[in-house]
Structure formats: C-alpha cells, structure tokens
C-alpha cells in the first residue's frame, strides 16, 4: 500500500452530495498522481488510504489479501438468496402478475398501518404517492422560501428515476419486519398499487384498479423523474462524470470563505478547497480488527453446524409446543396439513399464513434450513 505524507480530507463534503447517493468527498483537487492509485471504493470517488485507513472509508487491508480468516465463505444457497437484486434492464425481475386491486388488499393488510391510506404516510413513515407524479415531479425544483411555500414532493413516483428499485426495496426490505416474505405475484400487485395511488401511466394506458401489470409491461414503466438527476452515475463513464460533475463547486454549493463570519456577497470560494489533516492525520478512528482467530476448528459451513432440533427449540418450540400451534408428534393435527403436500408445507411456513404462522416463523435462517426444521416435525408424525 502506498504512502502518502499529507492526508486528504476535501473540506467540501456538502450533505448534497448524500443524497445523490454519494457519501464522501470529491477528489478534484488532490494532487495529481495520488488519489488516482488509490482504491476507488464506491466506484466514482478516490480516498487516499494510510496504513489500512481511508477518510471516511475504512480498508481492511488484510482482508483483502486474504490474511485474516473471519466467518466463512458464503454458501451457494446464500448467495443465491442474497443475490436479489433487480435492475433497470430487467435482470433479476421474475415473471409474475398482479392487479392494483389485488395490490390493494395486500396493502391493506400489511402495509397500511406504517404507510398509511393511499400511501399518504405519516407517523414518521414516508409516502409512498401524494397525488399524480407527472405534475408533482415538477416541485422538484420548488424552493421551500417560506413556511407556507410548497416545498418539493419527494416519492416513489415523483422522485425515483427507476422503477426497478421499488420492486427490488418491496421484495428485498418490506413489509417491515417481516422481509423477503411476499410472493412475486403479491409484489407486482403492490407495484401496480402503488402506480395506480401515483396516477401514473405504462405505455400511455393509466394503471387503474384492473391493470394487469407483469414483467414486460413493468419494463416499459418510464418514471417522470429519469432524467432528473445529474451527474449521470450509470455506465462506464458513471465515475468519470461523478468526478466531472463534484469538481465544479458552483454544481453543488461551495463553502464560506470564512466559515466563523458572516458574509452576504462572494461568500463562496471559486475553487473547491482542500484541507490536509497535519501531524501524521487521522489513525485511530477505526480500532483495528484483531487478527487473533477464536472460532472452533471444525468446519463450520452452514449445513453442518445446522442443528435442526436446537432450531426448532429457539424458533418453533414457544408456538409449536405450548399448544398454540399444533405439536410435533401430534398427528391428528399434522396429517392434514401434510396431506396438502410437502411444497405447499414448506411455502405455507416460509409465506406465512393468516391462521397465526408468522413468515418463517419468525427465525432467522436460511430457506433450505427452515425446510430442514419442517422436514424434522413431519418426522416425527410419520
Ligand atoms: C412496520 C412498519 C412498516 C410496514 C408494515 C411497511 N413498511 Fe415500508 N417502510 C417502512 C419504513 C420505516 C421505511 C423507511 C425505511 C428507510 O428509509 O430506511 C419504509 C420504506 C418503504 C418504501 C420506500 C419509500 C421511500 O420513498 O423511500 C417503500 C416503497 C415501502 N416501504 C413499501 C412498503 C410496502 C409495499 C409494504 C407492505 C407490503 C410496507 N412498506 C410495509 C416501514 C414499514
Ligand atoms: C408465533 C407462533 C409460531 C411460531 C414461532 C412458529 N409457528 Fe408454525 N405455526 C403457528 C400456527 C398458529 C400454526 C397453525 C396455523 C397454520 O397452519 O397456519 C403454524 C403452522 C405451521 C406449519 C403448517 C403451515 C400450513 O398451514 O401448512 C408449519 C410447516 C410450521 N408452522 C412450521 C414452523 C416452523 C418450522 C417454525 C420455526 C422455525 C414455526 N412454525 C414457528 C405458529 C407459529
């Protein structure tokens, strides 16, 4: 790792650059040479790095040369249930349907109470549409001058450039705390719900009650905000024009000339200033990482450290054995719900029901191991 005598701190880390998403500082004026060898870590901003560390990163230089052994590799069944993500084009997005109607109902039941009627929010939980996003998108530009001024509207339909992202946060993150525990039926049909409370239209037809939407009509959703945000931060050139864009400090606002006074004409500095951290910088604010190594010796991969009775006794057992759900070795109350079949077992635990199982029961484990446990209570009834 190379070495740097002054470290870098850009003094002109503006609180807008986190909302374009883009947490830390610009590097448009740090010598040149320096920054450039230095790890990109989100792709569009350098850091200078010192002894393992980067302002504001942290780089866990031993991690990656692969000196320190933590945790474990993941397994494929992890990764595949990590890897969901959805993206723009299309990839990741499952086929699937639903109308706003059924959406609705979904919604009612299990979004309603954070979210409130229509998406309106409240409570501290944000809106998820305030009215029609072809008009609202244009408060975006609204400045809030006075308290009764209208400031801009930021929600899904008004703000986001894509539409992708909210298939992905409703499957991924919600309905909190219960995620991952919606259908991709269940999730379109919210989608649709919630392009219908946001007035918004697939292809020039309006996405009313009825509207089927499924993966190809979900593609040619165009959100009224894609074009709203600079610097453009997709694509190859995506680090260029961050870099480009966060190295003109008219784009963003730049800082006082004299912080502690008070100014009302050419308050801005021309140029982004950079301020170096003097005797020797920042070197604790991260403690470093022990590399003493403590786990047991034996192999530790998921399946066999799995212990599927001891599973059941953490998650299952304070319903399941306290004659608030039926018992294991219980058969009367097992055979007909085995007799459904063991897929519709497994997706009946792993959705949850409305007769009281919770999603999973609750427990955090894998789906393979939430099988496991299920596969170990009809054990027990066979
Ligand atoms: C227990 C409360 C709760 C429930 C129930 C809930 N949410 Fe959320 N939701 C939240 C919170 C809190 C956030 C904000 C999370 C954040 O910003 O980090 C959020 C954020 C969202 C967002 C992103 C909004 C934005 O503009 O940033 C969407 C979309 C969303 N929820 C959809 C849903 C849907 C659909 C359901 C029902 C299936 C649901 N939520 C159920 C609490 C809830
Ligand atoms: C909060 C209480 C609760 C917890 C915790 C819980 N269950 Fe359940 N479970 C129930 C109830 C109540 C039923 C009966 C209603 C039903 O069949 O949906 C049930 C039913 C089931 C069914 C049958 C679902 C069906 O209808 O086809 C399975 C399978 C199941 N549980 C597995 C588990 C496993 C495995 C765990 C632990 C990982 C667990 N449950 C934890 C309450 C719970």
């Not at 499952?94 to 979004?111: F, H, L």
């Not at 610097?231 to 190859?236: E, L, Q, R, S, V």
């Not at 801005?268 to 022990?290: C, M, R, W």
Request: aromatic share 8%; with cysteine; charged share 25%.
């Amino acid at each position: 790792m190379m070495k740097l005598d002054k470290k870098l701190l850009i003094s002109l880390c503006a609180a807008t650059l986190l909302s374009f998403g883009v947490s830390g500082c610009m590097d448009g004026a740090s010598p040149a040479g320096s920054a450039a060898k230095t790890p990109s870590i989100d792709g569009g901003v350098m850091y200078p790095v010192q002894n393992g560390m980067t302002g504001p990163y942290h780089v866990n230089e031993k991690a990656h040369s692969g000196a320190i052994k933590f945790g474990r590799t993941p397994t494929e069944e992890e990764y595949e249930e990590w890897n969901s993500d959805v993206m723009p084009d299309g990839t990741g997005l499952p086929e699937g349907q639903g109308t706003a109607e059924e959406g609705e109902e979904v919604y009612e039941s299990k979004c309603v109470m954070c979210h409130g009627d229509f998406g309106s929010g409240g409570g501290g939980y944000p809106a998820l549409a305030k009215g029609n996003a072809y008009e609202l998108q244009k408060t975006l530009t609204n400045q809030r001058l006075k308290p009764d001024t209208d400031g801009p509207v930021r929600v899904f339909g008004t703000y986001w450039p894509q539409a992708s992202t909210l298939w992905w946060y409703i499957k991924d993150a919600m309905p909190h705390p219960m995620t991952d525990s919606l259908s991709d039926d269940e999730v379109y049909a919210l989608v649709a719900y919630i392009l219908n409370v946001n007035e918004m239209e697939i292809d020039g037809v309006e996405v009313d009650e009825e509207y089927v939407l499924d993966r190809e009509k979900f593609l040619k959703i165009k959100m009224p905000n894609r074009d709203g945000f600079e610097p453009k931060i997709d694509g190859p050139n995506g680090p260029e024009n961050v870099r480009k864009y966060f190295s003109n400090p008219d784009n963003f606002g730049a800082q006082k000339v004299k912080p502690s006074e008070r100014c009302m004409t050419n308050c801005q500095e021309p140029t982004a200033k950079v301020v170096y951290i003097q005797n020797g910088g920042i070197s604790d604010f991260h403690p470093p990482l022990s590399a003493e190594r403590s786990l047991p010796k034996e192999d530790n991969s998921a399946a066999s450290s799995f212990d599927v009775k001891q599973a059941y006794a953490d998650n299952c057992a304070m319903c399941h054995d306290t004659g608030a759900a039926p018992a294991p070795g219980d058969k009367a109350a097992w055979k007909p719900l085995i007799a459904q079949g063991m897929d519709t077992l497994y997706k009946n635990g792993i959705e949850g029901t409305d007769l009281g199982m919770p999603p999973m029961g609750g427990a955090s484990m894998t789906k393979k191991q939430f099988k496991s446990v299920v596969d170990y209570i009809v054990s027990t009834v066979k």
